[in-house]
């Protein structure tokens, strides 16, 4: 059954830059698109940034021209560098895959990873 484990995730000081990673366990053989949600305490879980299969991306407004959104098909892999992180981007990221299919028998389904921690100390 197909997976999706993030990675990447700490501390770091505002200012600071991290990279996550969601690798997808087994072979995909379509989606629609993959992105990275974040759910900070006491808020609603909201998208930061997806990639579609075709290669089109779309940001969070808040994280516009700081973070990037990245796709290894080699690799069934998916990155989102964050950059000038703040205080504000504190939450736990989730990855996503969103009509994946494993093989083309397969119906489409929508899977979670298990979230990441990222922390920015101002």
């Known amino acids: 059954q197909m997976q999706l484990v993030e990675s990447g995730g700490g501390l770091v000081q505002a200012g600071g830059s991290l990279r996550l990673s969601c690798a997808a366990s087994?072979?995909?053989?379509?989606?629609?698109?993959m992105g990275w949600y974040r759910q900070a305490p006491g808020k609603q879980r909201e998208l930061v940034a997806a990639?579609?299969?075709?290669?089109?991306?779309t940001y969070a407004d808040s994280v516009k021209g700081r973070f990037t959104i990245s796709r290894d098909s080699a690799k069934n892999t998916v990155y989102l560098q964050m950059n000038s992180l703040k205080p504000e981007d504190t939450a736990v990221y989730y990855c996503?895959?969103?009509?994946?299919?494993?093989?083309?028998?397969?119906?489409?389904?929508?899977?979670w990873g298990q979230g990441t921690q990222v922390t920015v100390s101002s």
């Open positions: 996503n895959a969103d009509g994946v299919r494993p093989a083309y028998y397969s119906a489409k389904r929508n899977i």
């Open positions: 087994g072979s995909i053989y379509s989606f629609n698109a």
């Open positions: 990639i579609t299969s075709g290669g089109g991306t």
